[in-house]
Each structure stands twice: as structure tokens, then as C-alpha cells.
């Protein structure tokens, strides 16, 4: 009979290495494939916002081969506006989707799209945002804070919610407006000689139906969604400004992806903010019906109050950011190139 080879203790230690070696290496592969998670959070639902958030995903997880797994948060489930900005600059959360004054804390340049005054509609705001040079110089605010800005688009025209009608210029005069905590946005109150009151998103609705303000300007999307209409029916279109959106990932997770996965990150969310325009005008325009529907109503100032709430608001975006150079620069570029994409 042919002999058995022996198999020393040498041996059988080395081929049990192996074999041991061989059993973990699925699950060390498993762990070195799976997917990196992306927590997206906004404070809204079911609207321009929530739908960028949806296509965004869509894009980024196709694109990365499934490398990132995008987990939307809408209606702010991952915490209030504050906590979710702090979230994404500490990297608890890796993205926040919100107006840009909301940052304003973070980097006061990041009102300076509020100001009024600027677009003519939609599509002249949309121009001037995409451009290139201004993109460019908006995404990089925050980058030495814990942010990184990888999308801009636009949500629709300024609008007040009032309890009572307003008719005309004058009817603004002693009310209490809820407004975005930014000095663009207040004096545009002041200018027609109201009350401006900031507030968070959450406490909006529950200070209008106990009468604790008078009103909110907002984007019609937003408050059609949430059901406004219950509570303070009367909407007045002055289109003196324009509700943008911006997206800003975690600079702390960020910097921890490859370089090839960063730049499906940017790429997903420059496409997104083109993609989500035509969506945006669209559902404008079903808002505006949807309130109506519902049992609101909508008015407009007459021409010459019109005319003149733009002249009272127009020099505020200049006036306020005056005061800090830095400010000043990203104004004056996003005047230039609001008036080069005028048409």
C-alpha cells in the first residue's frame, strides 16, 4: 500500500491558518464592499425640497454603483433646522437641504440670494444660479465650517400668507410677519412698515391659528403642502424675491470618501439642481391650484403698489451687505450676473 504523507504540527498549523483565512475572507470582503451611507434631511415634505432629495438619490446610487446608499429624511426627521445643520457640519448626518438664510449663522454670505429685487421669475433666478462662476463661489461658503455645498436651485417666488386679506400696499403696516432670521429678510418688513418675526418652520402654523402673528413669507409650495391654508387663508404674490435652495454635505465625511466617489457626489448634485427646475415650475403652478382648491385664495398688489414695494426693498441686498467686504463681493457678483442672464 502506497504510504499516507505526513502532516507535521508545522503543517497543520500553516493549512488551519489557511483554511481560516480562506472562511473570513467573504465577510472581510462584504465589509470592504458595503455601501456607504448618505442621511439626507430636510425640514419639509412633498415639495421641491423633498423631490431634489428623491432624484438625488436616484442619481448618486446609480451613478456610485450602488457604492453610497442614499437615506432621505424628509419633515425633519433627523431634528430640527439648527440641530440638523449642526448634524452635517459634525458628520452625525452626512447632508441638509434647507434655504440658504438658514446658514446665515454658519456664514452670513449665505443670505445674499434672499435679496429682493434681483429676477425677473423663475427661470432668470434659475439662469443666474446655475452659472458657473457664481455656483462655484456659493458652494464653496461653509468649507471652513464643516460644510461643502454640492447643489443651488430654486423653489419658487416670495409670497405672504396673511390671516386677513392684502390688498394693498398698505395693509402691511402693524402686521407681524414671520420671516427667516436674516437681516435681508427683515428689513424687507420694515421697508413696508411691519413687524418681522423670526421663527422656526415648526412653530409657524400653531402661532397662526392662536393669532400670535399675523402672517409668513414663505414659497407658496411649502405652505400648500403643510396644509396652511386651514389656518390663515389669504395669500398675496409680490414676487420681490426669490426661495432658493441649497445642499451641503458633511466636509468631515466628505473628506473621507475616495477621490472618484467625491466627485460623484459633486456630479450628482449639480445634476440634480438642473433636473429638479422644470419639476419645480410645474409644481408651482399645481400649488397655486391646489390652495385655491382647498379654499384659499390669492391676490396680487396692484401695479403702482407693486412698482412701489420693489423700490422700498430693492436697495436692501446692498444696504446690508455693505457692511462686511466679503459679503459685498458675493453680492456685487451675484448682481453681475443677475443682470448678464437677465434674458
Do not use: C
Not at 504510504?3 to 503543517?11: A, D, E, L
Not at 425640514?43 to 432624484?55: A, F, G, R, S, Y
Not at 461658503?141 to 398698505?170: D, M, Q, Y
Not at 457626489?265 to 409644481?283: L, N, Q, Y
Amino acid at each position: 500500500m502506497k504510504k499516507m504523507p505526513t502532516i507535521t504540527r508545522r503543517g497543520f498549523l500553516a493549512t488551519s491558518a489557511g483554511v481560516a483565512s480562506l472562511l473570513a475572507a467573504p465577510s472581510l470582503l462584504s465589509a470592504q464592499s458595503a455601501p456607504v451611507t448618505m442621511k439626507v434631511g430636510t425640514p419639509t415634505l412633498n415639495d421641491v425640497q423633498h423631490e431634489w432629495m428623491k432624484i438625488f438619490q436616484r442619481i448618486l446610487e446609480s451613478d456610485s454603483g450602488g457604492q453610497i446608499k442614499v437615506e432621505i429624511y424628509p419633515a425633519s426627521q433627523l431634528g430640527s433646522i439648527p440641530r440638523m445643520i449642526e448634524g452635517t457640519q459634525f458628520g452625525s448626518i452626512q447632508a441638509f437641504v434647507g434655504p440658504p438664510e438658514f446658514l446665515a449663522g454658519v456664514d452670513s454670505r449665505f443670505e445674499v440670494l434672499g435679496a429682493p429685487g434681483l429676477f425677473k421669475d423663475m427661470a432668470h433666478a434659475n439662469r443666474a444660479i446655475q452659472d458657473s462662476g457664481f455656483n462655484k463661489a456659493f458652494l464653496a461658503l461653509g468649507a471652513n465650517k464643516g460644510l461643502k455645498g454640492i447643489g443651488l436651485f430654486v423653489s419658487g417666488p416670495t409670497i405672504f400668507n396673511t390671516r386677513t386679506k392684502i390688498e394693498k400696499l398698505a395693509d402691511f403696516e402693524g402686521k407681524k410677519i414671520r420671516v427667516l432670521a436674516s437681516p435681508i429678510q427683515t428689513d424687507q418688513l420694515k421697508a413696508v412698515r411691519a413687524t418681522a418675526v423670526p421663527m422656526p418652520l415648526g412653530e409657524v402654523l400653531p402661532a397662526l391659528q392662536q393669532g400670535t402673528i399675523d402672517g409668513v413669507m414663505s414659497v407658496l409650495s411649502v405652505l400648500t403642502a403643510l396644509r396652511f391654508y386651514d389656518a390663515a387663508k389669504y395669500v398675496v404674490e409680490t414676487d420681490q424675491a426669490m426661495v432658493t435652495v441649497a445642499a451641503v454635505v458633511s466636509k468631515q465625511w466628505y473628506d473621507k470618501l475616495s477621490p472618484a466617489l467625491q466627485a460623484k457626489v459633486d456630479d450628482a448634485g449639480r445634476k440634480t439642481s438642473i433636473e429638479v427646475f422644470p419639476w419645480a415650475v410645474d409644481f408651482t403652478t399645481k400649488q397655486r391650484a391646489a390652495w385655491k382648491a382647498s379654499g384659499g385664495e390669492i391676490t396680487e398688489l396692484s401695479k403702482a403698489d407693486h412698482d412701489e414695494f420693489v423700490k422700498r426693498v430693492r436697495p436692501i441686498g446692498a444696504e446690508v451687505t455693505a457692511k462686511k467686504p466679503a459679503e459685498r463681493e458675493l453680492f456685487e457678483l451675484l448682481l453681475k450676473t443677475a443682470e448678464a442672464t437677465a434674458s
